[in-house]
């Protein structure tokens, strides 16, 4: 019980020295020889600086300050036009310094150059707080250093960039910026810069180079720097000073520091400076003061008084010890004990359970407040809006879940039900309280900004109930990115079953045959026939899944686009799969309906090959397998490519129609490439001439090659999984490269 008084007891003190540090304030005060000037407009001058020979402790301290030309005026370094911003008696002198440049016209001409230096004495270039640094794509920056008035050393660093397409902003990694530490206990250098090429080669985005000593952390480097840095003229530099050239054990007279402070040589270049005492604060070059540590936490567990340059602690009437935390402390009598701790033990009990209740009931209505916040962000008003206005009609509106529900299905997201995860997030198999099976996508990042049509296409899509489109079901508001929940497809996707070879075996030309037919007529019906032109833009075996009779079952909208009516083509940043990436739209940023045709050609081509739209781990020749199949078409050595499961239940010359129709869909320009309403035409007449092999005139082929076979789509996908055999995830390959303004 002594023990937990004590205990108790040293917390109130704490408690009280901590408000009483908190109402203090304290000031450092900057002390200078009487009837000398303290401040020069903004900044303060502490001896051993000065404004006039009777302030300074030596010229090498002199401050002019300038009131003639500024309002408020400004403070420059001796008689130089070096601007000082801030002096501290510890030793560091800030002052702005300018930027080396040289800067050439469109033939390489040199139109402009600028090599500042700084000469010195008495401070150096603080190497701790200082980077030296070269902006630019061709671009050679050096740094000149000397001490003592004799060459020293010679450092810089080089960036040579081709184009702005790599250089990341707010970094200075070596392209488009590059920087190199400063040495310790320079007093003079010089800064050079030059194009290795005289920008002629990077001229419309880099004028320009340019070279500085800047203080570390103030100088935030950004692509945009590349184009025009002049209009930064200064930037700040850290000065280090000391006094005299000799170090503290050669002082004997005319040591600068004062009562109640110490001299400390100077670790990073020649002289020393002063610093206070313990228990003393102020400017050691004019005397130190007493610091008061009674007014701040201190060790004194009860009563505290302050002494020169200490303080002692005292126990109150009732108690007896040291006084101190770290001691015996102040220890009071058994009485006076048990009442106090009683007491205590009774407040401190109500004081829990009271705060434990607030505490629960603040986080209740906390979370309630953030899963309001989130309904409203991610546009749940909107969408309750919609349905009350009676957008959706059929009895297939999207319902809209809560977070509750969705936890409930998942096991609160337990890892057991993942199945399927990448880069834009996670998708979870869940069981509804009715037995439903779902499929719940929880996405890593949202865009607020398109929210109303967000909720439009949620309305569309759930209202489309088809066989060859995944059906969203409805979706979730009340957590910080919405959750998305569809139907659960459970045999995975077509590329596990191209590509796993138990799989393969089983999966013979006609179902293959199928498969592509059906998915060229849902990229058909999004291309022609749905009520706003949609482009898929990630047509791949993965985004089709398969259910239990290997229906074909086109996922991942994720990233498809709207195209309004009165265009063909949108500007877009360049989003898709390596292997599977329209070239043209590559190259120009330019997203069209002809992309997708791309896409499928490429899809098309490992039903025939069994082979991946990628394998690095094979020849140059035949790691990208849209060029490894034309070639082989071009040399007509098409057996030696396709598929034995699919050789071995094909006709040749239906082998051949399907062949040439994927190398038409693999042309290199757009416009050259079928439609996707002439390629779904054509797998369908080829897929019913594979199930009614009697027919074999010309008219009745050329009338089942012209039948168009509409199928819906969904513009939203499960995304999630990666390579897992899931088949959810479309996002681990993605390659995104930013072209235009993207979108």
Same mark, same amino acid.
């Given at each position: 019980?002594?023990?937990?008084?004590?205990?108790?007891?040293?917390?109130?003190?704490?408690?009280?020295?901590?408000?009483?540090?908190?109402?203090?304030?304290?000031?450092?005060?900057?002390?200078?020889?009487?009837?000398?000037?303290?401040?020069?407009?903004?900044?303060?001058?502490?001896?051993?600086?000065?404004?006039?020979?009777?302030?300074?402790?030596?010229?090498?301290?002199?401050?002019?300050? /300038?009131?003639?030309?500024?309002?408020?005026?400004?403070?420059?370094?001796? =008689?130089? *036009? #070096?601007?000082?911003?801030?002096?501290?008696?510890?030793?560091?002198?800030?002052?702005?310094?300018?930027?080396?440049? !040289?800067?050439? *016209?469109?033939?390489?001409?040199?139109?402009?150059?600028?090599?500042?230096?700084?000469?010195?004495?008495?401070?150096?270039?603080?190497?701790?707080?200082?980077?030296?640094?070269?902006?630019?794509?061709?671009?050679?920056?050096? #740094?000149?250093?000397?001490?003592?008035?004799?060459?020293?050393?010679?450092?810089?660093?080089?960036?040579?960039?081709?184009?702005?397409?790599?250089?990341?902003?707010?970094?200075?990694?070596?392209?488009?910026?590059?920087?190199?530490?400063?040495?310790?206990?320079?007093?003079?250098?010089?800064?050079?810069?030059?194009?290795?090429?005289?920008?002629?080669?990077?001229?419309?985005?880099?004028?320009?180079?340019?070279?500085?000593?800047?203080?570390?952390?103030? @100088?935030?480097?950004?692509?945009?720097?590349?184009?025009?840095?002049?209009?930064?003229? &200064?930037?700040?530099?850290?000065?280090?000073?000391?006094?005299?050239?000799?170090?503290?054990?050669?002082?004997?007279?005319?040591?600068?520091?004062?009562?109640?402070?110490?001299?400390?040589?100077?670790?990073?270049?020649?002289?020393?400076?002063?610093?206070?005492?313990?228990?003393?604060?102020?400017?050691?070059?004019?005397?130190?003061?007493?610091?008061?540590?009674?007014?701040? +936490?201190?060790?004194?567990?009860?009563?505290?008084?302050?002494?020169?340059?200490?303080?002692?602690?005292?126990?109150?009437?009732?108690?007896?010890?040291?006084?101190?935390?770290?001691?015996?402390?102040?220890?009071?009598?058994?009485?006076?004990?048990?009442?106090?701790? $009683?007491?205590?033990?009774?407040?401190?009990?109500?004081?829990?359970?009271?705060?434990?209740?607030?505490?629960?009931?603040?986080?209740?209505?906390?979370?309630?407040?953030?899963?309001?916040?989130?309904?409203?962000?991610?546009?749940?008003?909107?969408?309750?809006?919609?349905?009350?206005?009676?957008?959706?009609?059929?009895?297939?509106?999207?319902?809209?879940?809560?977070?509750?529900?969705?936890?409930?299905?998942?096991?609160?997201? %337990?890892?057991?039900?993942?199945?399927?995860?990448?880069?834009?997030?996670?998708?979870?198999?869940?069981?509804?309280?009715?037995?439903?099976?779902? !499929?719940?996508?929880?996405?890593?990042?949202?865009?607020?900004?398109?929210?109303?049509? @967000?909720?439009?296409?949620?309305?569309?899509?759930?209202?489309?109930?088809?066989? /060859?489109?995944?059906?969203?079901?409805?979706?979730?508001?009340?957590?910080?990115?919405?959750?998305?929940?569809?139907?659960?497809?459970?045999?995975?996707?077509? @590329?596990?079953?191209?590509?796993?070879?138990?799989?393969?075996?089983?999966?013979?030309?006609?179902?293959?045959?199928?498969?592509?037919?059906?998915?060229?007529? $849902?990229?058909?019906?999004?291309?022609?026939?749905?009520?706003?032109?949609?482009?898929?833009?990630?047509?791949?075996?993965?985004?089709?899944?398969?259910? =239990?009779?290997?229906?074909?079952?086109?996922?991942?909208?994720?990233?498809?686009?709207?195209?309004?009516?009165?265009?063909?083509?949108?500007?877009?940043?360049?989003?898709?799969?390596?292997?599977?990436?329209?070239?043209?739209?590559?190259?120009?940023?330019?997203?069209?309906?002809?992309?997708?045709?791309? %896409?499928?050609?490429?899809?098309?081509?490992?039903?025939?090959?069994?082979?991946?739209?990628?394998?690095?781990?094979?020849?140059?020749? &035949?790691?990208?397998?849209?060029?490894?199949? +034309?070639?082989?078409?071009?040399?007509?050595?098409?057996?030696?490519?396709?598929?034995?499961?699919?050789?071995?239940?094909?006709?040749?010359?239906?082998?051949?129609?399907?062949?040439?129709?994927?190398?038409?869909?693999?042309?290199?320009?757009?416009?050259?490439?079928?439609?996707?309403?002439?390629?779904?035409?054509?797998?369908?007449?080829?897929?019913?001439?594979?199930?009614?092999?009697?027919? /074999?005139?010309?008219?009745?082929?050329?009338?089942?090659?012209? &039948?168009?076979?509409?199928?819906?789509?969904?513009?939203?996908?499960?995304?999630?999984?990666?390579?897992?055999?899931?088949?959810?995830?479309?996002?681990?390959?993605?390659?995104?490269?930013?072209?235009?303004?993207?979108?």
């Amino acid at each position: 019980m002594q023990k937990l008084l004590r205990q108790l007891t040293v917390i109130g003190a704490l408690l009280a020295s901590a408000i009483s540090a908190a109402q203090t304030t304290n000031t450092p005060q900057v002390e200078v020889k009487p009837g000398c000037q303290d401040k020069c407009g903004n900044v303060s001058i502490p001896y051993p600086f000065g404004t006039t020979k009777e302030c300074y402790y030596s010229p090498d301290f002199l401050i002019t300050c /300038n009131d003639t030309y500024y309002n408020p005026p400004k403070p420059f370094l001796r =008689d130089s *036009n #070096i601007e000082v911003t801030e002096i501290s008696v510890d030793g560091k002198l800030y002052m702005t310094q300018y930027i080396a440049e !040289a800067c050439y *016209n469109k033939k390489g001409a040199l139109l402009d150059s600028n090599d500042p230096y700084l000469s010195l004495a008495q401070l150096f270039i603080s190497d701790t707080e200082n980077k030296f640094i070269g902006v630019g794509c061709d671009t050679r920056a050096e #740094i000149n250093g000397f001490q003592g008035g004799k060459y020293q050393y010679t450092g810089g660093c080089t960036t040579i960039c081709s184009s702005t397409e790599y250089v990341e902003n707010y970094t200075c990694s070596g392209i488009g910026c590059c920087q190199t530490p400063i040495p310790k206990g320079m007093t003079y250098f010089d800064i050079a810069v030059e194009s290795l090429k005289n920008q002629t080669e990077v001229w419309e985005f880099n004028p320009c180079s340019y070279a500085f000593v800047v203080q570390e952390g103030k @100088f935030n480097f950004t692509s945009n720097m590349l184009k025009d840095l002049r209009s930064v003229e &200064e930037l700040p530099v850290v000065l280090d000073w000391t006094i005299g050239n000799k170090s503290c054990s050669n002082v004997v007279e005319n040591n600068a520091c004062q009562g109640n402070s110490t001299c400390s040589d100077f670790e990073n270049g020649l002289g020393y400076r002063c610093k206070c005492n313990d228990g003393y604060e102020g400017n050691p070059y004019r005397g130190c003061h007493d610091i008061d540590e009674c007014k701040g +936490l201190n060790e004194c567990e009860q009563n505290c008084i302050n002494t020169e340059g200490s303080y002692t602690c005292s126990c109150r009437k009732g108690y007896h010890g040291n006084g101190r935390t770290n001691g015996e402390g102040c220890i009071a009598n058994r009485t006076f004990v048990i009442q106090i701790t $009683v007491g205590l033990g009774v407040g401190l009990i109500s004081l829990i359970i009271c705060i434990s209740w607030l505490y629960l009931g603040y986080k209740r209505w906390k979370h309630m407040k953030l899963k309001e916040k989130f309904f409203r962000q991610n546009g749940g008003l909107l969408l309750e809006q919609r349905l009350s206005e009676g957008q959706c009609a059929t009895n297939q509106t999207a319902k809209i879940f809560t977070e509750d529900q969705l936890k409930k299905a998942t096991n609160n997201f %337990s890892e057991n039900r993942v199945i399927g995860q990448g880069g834009f997030g996670t998708v979870y198999k869940g069981i509804l309280a009715d037995e439903t099976v779902v !499929a719940i996508k929880k996405s890593k990042i949202v865009d607020r900004s398109q929210s109303e049509q @967000f909720i439009n296409e949620v309305l569309v899509l759930s209202q489309i109930n088809l066989r /060859n489109v995944v059906k969203l079901l409805g979706c979730c508001f009340e957590t910080q990115v919405p959750l998305l929940v569809y139907e659960f497809v459970p045999n995975g996707t077509l @590329f596990d079953y191209i590509h796993n070879k138990s799989k393969a075996s089983n999966f013979g030309w006609e179902i293959r045959l199928r498969i592509a037919a059906e998915t060229a007529g $849902v990229l058909s019906y999004l291309h022609s026939s749905a009520s706003v032109s949609i482009i898929h833009r990630d047509v791949k075996s993965t985004n089709i899944l398969l259910d =239990d009779d290997l229906t074909a079952k086109v996922s991942d909208f994720g990233t498809s686009r709207l195209v309004p009516l009165d265009q063909t083509e949108l500007s877009t940043m360049v989003q898709g799969t390596l292997g599977y990436l329209d070239p043209e739209y590559l190259q120009t940023s330019q997203l069209t309906e002809k992309s997708d045709v791309y %896409s499928f050609g490429v899809v098309l081509v490992e039903l025939l090959t069994g082979k991946k739209a990628i394998s690095f781990d094979k020849p140059e020749e &035949e790691r990208n397998l849209a060029n490894y199949f +034309l070639s082989a078409l071009n040399e007509d050595r098409l057996p030696q490519v396709v598929d034995g499961c699919v050789m071995n239940g094909a006709d040749v010359e239906q082998l051949k129609e399907v062949s040439n129709l994927a190398k038409r869909c693999l042309e290199v320009r757009g416009e050259e490439r079928p439609t996707m309403k002439e390629v779904a035409m054509e797998l369908e007449g080829l897929r019913r001439m594979v199930m009614h092999p009697w027919v /074999n005139n010309d008219e009745e082929i050329e009338h089942l090659l012209g &039948e168009n076979r509409e199928i819906p789509l969904e513009t939203f996908s499960y995304g999630g999984g990666g390579d897992t055999s899931s088949g959810y995830d479309t996002m681990r390959n993605h390659i995104i490269v930013p072209v235009n303004d993207g979108r």
